[in-house]
T-cell receptor, first 111, second 115 residues
Framework: QKEVEQNSGPLSVPEGAIASLNCTYS??????FFWYRQYSGKSPELIMF????GDKEDGRFTAQLNKASQYVSLLIRDSQPSDSATYLC???????????FGRGTSLIVHP | DARVTQTPRHKVTEMGQEVTMRCQPI?????VFWYRQTMMQGLELLAY????????DSGMPKDRFSAEMPDATLATLKIQPSEPRDSAVYFC?????????????FGEGSRLTVL
């Protein structure tokens, strides 16, 4: 069973702080990694993807990938209450286009 | 404004009834996925189509669930007979499935309640 693991949280951070969300995966052949945000009662939407080791920055979001450790993370700088949502890590196993999703981490940003 | 369209948005039915959910993927997308989301299990893959061909339905209970894609603009997920444990939100998603893209675009979901 190829697995994607996330801490369910909730992770609570104050407004303006850095939120750090983590994800580990079991399949060493995984090639593509995604972070989706899901607001309560809504559908998941893609916010970041990363394919290569290292960091990828997009505005306040930074995705970090370490294939040797089978670890991918998402940093949210200057967290805002509007960032409060569940963040889903998704991993495409091997060369497939079938994402396996973690169960998500609930993030709460309090004013 | 290209988006994945799902119907119905909400469905309440009684145990034993047939339920059909429909999805219109984004025009030009060649991969379609059906996922089921519950609090306990998270997002579970039920079925995967590429160029309308079913490639993976290993996550789907075959005795009661069926998924089809009669044409490029319509994917269906059918449950017959439905059971209370099928209560969940069912998401359809589509994607391009090319190169390393892999990103999915989700519909708004169909919330199913089986009494």
């Amino acid at each position: 069973q190829k697995e994607v693991e996330q801490n369910s949280g909730p992770l609570s951070v104050p407004e303006g702080a850095i939120a750090s969300l983590n994800c580990t995966y079991s399949d060493r052949g995984s090639q593509s990694f995604f972070w989706y945000r899901q607001y309560s009662g809504k559908s998941p939407e893609l916010i970041m993807f990363i394919y290569s080791n290292g960091d990828k920055e997009d505005g306040r979001f930074t995705a970090q990938l370490n294939k040797a450790s089978q670890y991918v993370s998402l940093l949210i700088r200057d967290s805002q209450p509007s960032d409060s949502a569940t963040y889903l890590c998704a991993v495409n196993q091997g060369g497939s286009y079938i994402p396996t999703f973690g169960r998500g981490t609930s993030l709460i940003v309090h004013p | 404004d290209a988006r994945v369209t799902q119907t119905p948005r909400h469905k309440v039915t009684e145990m034993g009834q047939e339920v059909t959910m429909r999805c219109q993927p984004i025009l030009g997308h060649n991969t379609v996925f059906w996922y089921r989301q519950t609090m306990m299990q998270g997002l579970e893959l039920l079925a995967y189509f590429r160029n309308r061909a079913p490639l993976d339905d290993s996550g789907m209970p075959k005795d009661r669930f069926s998924a089809e894609m009669p044409d490029a603009t319509l994917a269906t997920l059918k449950i017959q007979p439905s059971e209370p444990r099928d209560s969940a939100v069912y998401f359809c998603a589509s994607g391009l499935g090319q190169g390393n893209t892999g990103e999915l675009f989700f519909g708004e979901g169909s919330r199913l309640t089986v009494l």
